[in-house]
C-alpha cells in the first residue's frame, strides 16, 4: 500500500502593519528596563533633572520662577533658590511631590507603564517593582491626570478627523436584553435548537417590556429603544483626531473630551477648544451634531457608515475609528470597565500610547516625565488614599458632580466588637 502525499498547502503570509514592523526593530527599544536596573540614585536622580529642567545649569525655581544655577546641597539633592532663598528637590511643585518610593522606583514604574502597547493593570506593576498596590494605582493615575493636564491641549489644524462613541458603563461588554443560549439537549435538530432559543428571547423581551411600564409614572410615555437600555453610566467619547498625511503612518495628534451626547451644544465646545477651524477640514460620520459646524472649516466630508466605509471621493473617518478600537481594546481587555467619573483619564492614555507608537520607548517615557515634571502638583491624586477623592466628573460642557469612590478612610464609627462586619 503507498504512501499518501500531502501537498503542503501555500498560504500567503500576512502582512505586518507598520507599527508591529516598527516595535520588532532594535530602535524601538532606547531605554532598556535592564539600563535602569544598573542606575543607582544618584543616575536616576540626573534623568529627572534632565528630564524636568534640560541641565543644572538651566534649573527653574517652582516658587519664583527664576531660571539659573542655584545652590545645591549635595548631600539631600535640594536645592535653595538665589532669588527667593526657598528650597526644592527634583519632584517639588510637580505630581510626584512627596513621594515615599525612591526615584529609581517611580523611574522603573514609569517606564514599564510606557513600555505596554495597550496599558497596564496595576497589579501587575506591583508585581514588578515589588510595593503596595495603592502606590502603583496612584502612580498610574498621576501619569494620566498629567497627560490629561498638559498633553490633551492645544489646537490641532490640517485634515482633523471627529467622532464619538459610547463607551464606559459597569458591565459594558454583557449581552444585555440577551438571554444565553440553551444547553445542547440530545435529540435536538440545529432547527429545533434555533427556534427554542428565538422563543427564550421573546420571553426575555416580554418580561423587559412588564418591567418598563410598570415603573413608568401614569401618563409617562417612555422611550424603550437603545437609549433606555443604555446603562446611566455610559458616556459619549469624542475624539479629535489630525491626519499625518503620509501614507500608513496614521494619525499625528490626537484630543479627547468626554459628555453625555454628541449635539451641536458639545461639538461646537469641542472643535472650540481643540480645532483651529479656518485653517482645518473637517472629516466625520453622518452625525448630525457636526453639520452645523461645517461652514466654520475650508471643507466637510462625511461617510455614512451604515452605507459604506469609505466614500466615492475618498471620504472617511478610519483615524477616529482606530482609536475608539484602541480604547475597546484596553477596557474590555486590560482596565475592565472603567469607572465614568476616570473615563477621561484613560481616554487620554490610549491617545498618549497611540500617538506615540512609533518613538522609542526612552522618548516615550521622556515626554511622559516631562508633562508629570511640569503642569504642577496632582489635583485629583493627592492624599487618594487617605479618603481624598475626586468629587468632579469632567464632562463637556461643565463637569458636574460625582460621588466619591471606595470606602472611605478612618476609623469607622461603630466597633468590629459591636458586630460590625470587618474590611
Not at 25 to 53: I, K
Not at 277 to 302: C, I, M, P, V, W
Not at 409 to 423: C, E, F, T, V
Request: net charge positive; glycine share 8%; with cysteine.
Amino acid at each position: 500500500m503507498s504512501a499518501v502525499v500531502v501537498e503542503p498547502v501555500n498560504r500567503p503570509m500576512r502582512k505586518r502593519s507598520g507599527t508591529a514592523k516598527w516595535h520588532m526593530s532594535r530602535e524601538a527599544v532606547s531605554l532598556p528596563l535592564e539600563e535602569l536596573y544598573g542606575m543607582d540614585e544618584e543616575a536616576c536622580w540626573r534623568f529627572f533633572v534632565e528630564a524636568r529642567f534640560g541641565s543644572k545649569d538651566t534649573v527653574r525655581c517652582p516658587y519664583c520662577g527664576s531660571i539659573g544655577r542655584h545652590y545645591l546641597r549635595i548631600s539631600d539633592k535640594r536645592w535653595k533658590c538665589h532669588g527667593c532663598k526657598s528650597t526644592f528637590t527634583i519632584t517639588t511643585g510637580t505630581v510626584f511631590a512627596q513621594h515615599k518610593i525612591s526615584l529609581r522606583k517611580l523611574l522603573l514604574g514609569a517606564l514599564a507603564w510606557v513600555n505596554s502597547a495597550a496599558g497596564q493593570p496595576a497589579l501587575e506593576l506591583k508585581r514588578h517593582i515589588d510595593t503596595t498596590y495603592n502606590t502603583v494605582f496612584t502612580l498610574q493615575h498621576k501619569l494620566r491626570e498629567a497627560l490629561m493636564r498638559g498633553y490633551n491641549v492645544g489646537l490641532l489644524n490640517g485634515d482633523v478627523e471627529i467622532d464619538g462613541a459610547y463607551q464606559a458603563g459597569f458591565k459594558a461588554d454583557e449581552k444585555r436584553g440577551r438571554p444565553r443560549a440553551p444547553p445542547r439537549e440530545p435529540g435536538l435538530t440545529d432547527a429545533e435548537l434555533k427556534e427554542k432559543a428565538t422563543q427564550l428571547t421573546q420571553v426575555a423581551r416580554d418580561r423587559e417590556r412588564k418591567r418598563q411600564q410598570k415603573d413608568e409614572a401614569p401618563g409617562e410615555k417612555r422611550d424603550h429603544g437603545l437609549a433606555a437600555r443604555r446603562s446611566k453610566h455610559t458616556r459619549m467619547l469624542i475624539s479629535v483626531r489630525k491626519r499625518s498625511g503620509i501614507r500608513g503612518r496614521g494619525a499625528a495628534a490626537s484630543r479627547v473630551a468626554v459628555a453625555m451626547t454628541e449635539d451641536d451644544h458639545i461639538a461646537k465646545s469641542v472643535i472650540r477648544d481643540f480645532v483651529a477651524s479656518s485653517e482645518s477640514y473637517l472629516n466625520t460620520d453622518s452625525a448630525t451634531g457636526y453639520a452645523g459646524q461645517k461652514d466654520s472649516f475650508l471643507g466637510h466630508r462625511a461617510i455614512t457608515h451604515s452605507k459604506e466605509l469609505v466614500g466615492p471621493d475618498g471620504e472617511n473617518n478610519n483615524q477616529a475609528e482606530e482609536f475608539n478600537f484602541r480604547y475597546d481594546r484596553a477596557e474590555k481587555g486590560i482596565y475592565l470597565n472603567i469607572e465614568a467619573k476616570y473615563l477621561l483619564d484613560y481616554a487620554v492614555e490610549i491617545a498618549f500610547r497611540s500617538d506615540t507608537r512609533r518613538l522609542p520607548n526612552g522618548t516615550q517615557l521622556q515626554i511622559a516625565l516631562n508633562m508629570a515634571l511640569s503642569v504642577g502638583p496632582s489635583q485629583f491624586w493627592r492624599g487618594f488614599t487617605h479618603g481624598k477623592h475626586r468629587t468632579l466628573e469632567p464632562l463637556r460642557p461643565v463637569p458636574r458632580l460625582a460621588p466619591s469612590s471606595g470606602p472611605m478612610k478612618g476609623r469607622h464609627p461603630i466597633s468590629s466588637a459591636n458586630g460590625r462586619p470587618p474590611r
